[in-house]
């Protein structure tokens, strides 16, 4: 499936995928592409360090940051990450951990100054989970962040939950969910919605991609915007998947069935976009 037809569109009126990019190419230039990474761009793995993008995807990136404004890709990862998957799109900004890191173009990695105390509480946060926690977890040290995933021991699930729960409580760490992950960040005021917000300030056009929860932040910020200013045209893109259900694609303009589609759709999205 290369798009559903239904969505909220403009005034509630059904939204097509072909129609939401023939008017996105009347204003390339004043239009930002913002995309997730893991099960938008590339496809969810039981093991999250040998994730990589699909080739068409990956492809259509480096292309559309040619043609539109900006292309960003903001993530729960780190920018370094980021970097190392899209190698070649030195164009592509990159915010990571949420926003807690980003990078413009090919320029260096910035911290959000209040995270950089958190490090060590991290590094120790770390090692106590894997002390701590079934070995079935995963435990994903990100610097400012730590992930942990439950996805090869679903029954798992609970513990995990509760573990984090009084470890967040402990340190006055704030608490992500996710697709089988629950993750533990420091109590910094950054989001996907506060990225998506400050950056579409100066926009005339805007898409988010994702597939989770973290993502109904990114959409709302679209959707404020659009209040704010009706010139604005913004579309929300959900990936489905069976794990965040209707939560996600039901707030969303567009759906794809996988990141695979996804990536079809945008290698003919670089050719409607030249």
Known sequence: MRGSDQGHGRDDRPLSAQSAWRATADRADECVLFFDFDGTLAPVEDDPTAVRPVPRALAAISALAAVVRRVAIVSARPVDFLRDRFHGAADVDLY???????????????????????????????????????????????????????????????????????????????????????????PVDRDKGLVIGEAVASAGCAWYFGDDVSDLKAF???????????????????????????????????????????????????????
């Open 220 to 274: 709302a910020a679209l959707r404020d915007r659009e209040q704010r200013d009706p010139s604005f045209f913004g579309v929300c893109v959900a990936v489905a998947n069976p794990e965040t259900g209707q939560a996600v694609a039901g707030a969303a303009d567009l759906t794809f069935e996988s990141p695979e589609a996804l990536g079809d759709f945008l290698d003919e999205a670089v050719a409607a976009l030249r």
């Open 96 to 186: 990571g951990l949420y926003g807690l890191e980003h990078s413009h173009g090919a320029g260096p990695t910035v911290t959000e100054p209040a995270a950089l105390p958190w490090v060590p509480a991290m590094a120790d946060l770390a090692e106590r989970a894997r002390a701590e926690l079934p070995p079935e977890i995963l435990i994903e040290y990100k610097r400012l962040s730590v992930a942990l995933h439950y996805r090869t021991a679903p029954e798992l699930a609970g513990e995990v939950s509760r573990w984090g729960s009084a470890e967040a409580e402990r340190l006055g760490l704030k608490v992500q969910t996710g697709r089988m992950v629950l993750e533990l960040k420091p």
